[in-house]
């Protein structure tokens, strides 16, 4: 039986076009994009004379860099040759780093978008054009901590849409009255034969109750191609009916999700404010707690011995739109003193420390991520900060294991056989961080995947 086009997933629609880098390779432009159209050569990109930051910590020197491809194939101090038909860059000693990286992010959370409808077109396309956006300001890889963004992560990764690379956790995982429960207080629950939310239907939210219903969710999503699982263990700011210092799943419950996770390789993040909500969660195995920013000085020690990690989101008044009621939840979140105590704490420990925003309903015109990575210099040194905002970051990503979608090379480093997710940055972000708030002036070269999606400095 025939299948009507439009009942096609987005992921199967994808599969019938072409790669933006065949399109161009056919028009002739392969060499400027590291061509991988069939029968092509890779091309080679060859950055000159660059002061180079290579994502790890350490002190910028001087190097050339030559891509192959997709992957980075040459470091050196001295003169590396370049093929004929490279593209050539003099980077007149401006400073070349790894790409920066998001740790919570939702791609969909655009506004005029309803987290992702995939059958709404007008909806993708804002979420594809704010992709680019993203990718435009020198983010190369995030990781989406709910959302339904399967197909818009195949178009990105097929280059067909530019974007950043993404690893997807699917629906976040929530209990009944949960902050994925965005139905009314006096809305039956589905386990009661109730309707799921437009945002359950979308694939945005999982809500699920006892063993049985949370290990269904939990391997739905790795179904689908999570990289990893999201699950609410707290209030949220964003929700009605559930506050903040409220406790949410049984650890039985948050066992089996983690159970579920590690069976495929990979590992679950929890989005949790209290102390007490983190330490359910650091007793059931979570690797990656999200936000945190109520821990204590025994909790941030309990992090530290468990080898788990603090997805540290440095929020500050206005960086997403909030109701009144909504602020008074934030502040809260927060402990009323901001998000710099649970960092200092955890900096003490010794807890590893990724950097996300959590920024929704974005426009052209919001707060950036580039805004708020330069806040964390108030603790730590700046090159611990681009540390964090690269190499730091993909370490936590590259937990999914075999679910990784990008393990073929490393991510957030500048190295032979890595990934080629470059950024040159004019001046020295070492010195200042605050130059990469002003992307548009201070990016001047920004290269994912060996494709130049922008270069500013002359041939």
Not at 38 to 58: H, K, M
Not at 107 to 133: C, H, I, R, T, Y
Not at 287 to 302: F, N, Q, R, Y
């Amino acid at each position: 039986m025939k299948t009507s086009s439009s009942h096609l997933s987005m992921e199967a629609a994808i599969a019938m076009f072409p790669t933006r880098r065949a399109i161009l390779a056919g028009l002739g432009t392969a060499p400027f994009l590291g061509g991988v159209a069939s029968g092509e050569p890779p091309a080679t990109i060859l950055i000159r004379n660059v002061q180079l930051f290579d994502g790890t910590g350490s002190p910028r020197q001087p190097r050339n860099v030559r891509i192959l491809g997709d992957r980075i194939d040459a470091v050196s101090a001295g003169d590396i040759p370049a093929p004929r038909g490279a593209t050539v860059i003099d980077g007149a000693g401006q400073t070349l780093m790894p790409g920066l990286t998001d740790a919570h992010w939702h791609m969909s959370a655009v506004k005029g978008v309803p987290w992702m409808g995939s059958d709404d077109a007008v909806a993708v396309a804002l979420v594809l054009q704010d992709a680019e956006f993203q990718l435009m300001r020198g983010f190369t890889t995030v990781r989406d901590t709910a959302g339904f963004v399967f197909g818009i992560k195949a178009a990105i990764d097929r280059g067909i849409v530019p974007g950043p690379r993404c690893y997807p956790s699917g629906a976040a995982i929530s209990q009944t009255s949960g902050h994925g429960d965005t139905t009314s207080a006096d809305q039956l629950p589905t386990a009661l034969g109730g309707e799921p939310s437009r945002l359950e239907l979308l694939g945005m939210l999982a809500v699920a109750n006892g063993i049985p219903e949370v290990l269904a969710a939990t391997r739905q999503q790795l179904k689908r191609g999570a990289s990893q699982i999201k699950i609410m263990a707290s209030g949220g700011v964003t929700t009605d009916n559930d506050p903040i210092d409220v406790l949410q799943y049984t650890l039985e419950e948050m066992r089996a999700i983690v159970g579920a996770a590690t069976d495929w390789g990979t590992y679950a993040c929890a989005h949790a404010y209290s102390a007490s909500a983190v330490r359910r969660c650091l007793e059931a195995g979570v690797l990656s707690i999200e936000h945190g920013h109520g821990i204590d000085d025994a909790t941030a020690a309990l992090m530290a011995e468990k080898g788990a990690w603090l997805s540290t989101q440095p929020f500050e008044a206005g960086d997403n739109i909030l109701t009144p009621e909504q602020q008074i939840k934030a502040t809260e979140s927060l402990g009323g003193a901001g998000w710099q105590p649970s960092v200092r704490l955890a900096k003490k420990h010794g807890v590893k420390i990724a950097f996300g925003t959590d920024l929704f309903a974005r426009t052209r015109t919001s707060r950036t991520e580039n805004v708020i990575l330069p806040r964390l210099g108030t603790i730590f040194p700046n090159a611990e900060v681009l540390r964090m905002a690269t190499s730091g970051n993909c370490a936590l990503f590259a937990q999914s294991g075999k679910r990784n979608p990008y393990r073929a090379a490393l991510l957030g480093i500048v190295k032979e056989g890595a990934w080629a997710d470059l950024l040159l940055v004019r001046g020295n972000p070492l010195d200042d961080l605050h130059l990469l708030a002003d992307y548009e002036r201070n990016l001047l070269v920004i290269v994912k995947d060996g494709v130049i999606h922008k270069n500013v400095l002359a041939a």
